[in-house]
């Protein structure tokens, strides 16, 4: 696992690329990631349930309301706004990271959860927080309110922190290159493309 020292080190040598990077956000073994301005919710009352083999999150129409640009999907809203947003118990969200990334072969990352944030009930990545080496992209936050209590929550603020690995060896096929990966050049708060795996 990386050291400060190390993950400014990466940073310098291009093997790690974060924008912006902001070297106040390292940590002792970590970086400070900042939530983004897009949030994707789920339209709960318009669908039963999600069949994973035929789930294709397909964009509709877009309007604006307000400060929020709402982009409809079949299955999802996607909000980009500056405006603070409401988590509420029981609640399911995609989110962004205000930070772009790219890991070169040697190098995978992983998502971890701040310790203010999950004392207050809120996770930030429920199962998918790894990436692997060759991986170029937005961090997408699976993020869910376990508490009993609305969690109000703030564009740019601190909400996670990535954590670096070096590989022993770099990787003979990187995530950008390999046949089936799904979140090449991920966008920010992308939907799932869990159908791909029955093709």
């Known amino acids: 696992m990386l050291s400060d020292a190390d993950i400014k080190k990466a940073i310098k040598n291009k093997e790690i690329i974060i924008k912006p990077f902001k070297k106040e956000q390292v940590g002792p073994a970590s970086y400070d990631l900042l939530l983004g301005n897009k949030i994707r919710l789920f339209k709960s009352t318009e669908h039963a349930c999600i069949d994973i083999k035929n789930y294709e999150d397909t964009f509709r129409y877009i309007h604006k309301y307000k400060n929020k640009i709402i982009e ?19 609640e399911f969200v995609l989110c962004d990271t205000m930070e772009y990334f790219e890991f070169s072969k040697n190098f995978a990352g992983q998502i971890m959860g701040r310790s203010s ?23 997408t ?20 922190q990535m954590g670096f690995y070096k590989l022993e060896n770099p990787c003979e096929i990187s995530y950008d290159i390999r046949k089936g990966s799904k979140y090449v050049k991920n966008n920010q708060a992308a939907s799932s493309k869990i159908m791909q795996d029955f093709k």
């Open 72 to 90: 409809h999907y079949t299955y999802t809203d996607l909000i980009t706004s500056k405006d603070p947003f409401v988590l509420h118990p029981g």
């Open 117 to 139: 944030i999950g004392r207050l009930g809120v996770i930030v990545h429920a199962t998918a927080g790894f990436f692997d080496p060759g991986f170029k992209g937005f961090g």
């Open 141 to 160: 936050l699976e993020m869910a309110n376990l508490g009993k209590i609305s969690v109000k929550l703030y564009p740019g603020m601190k909400i996670a």
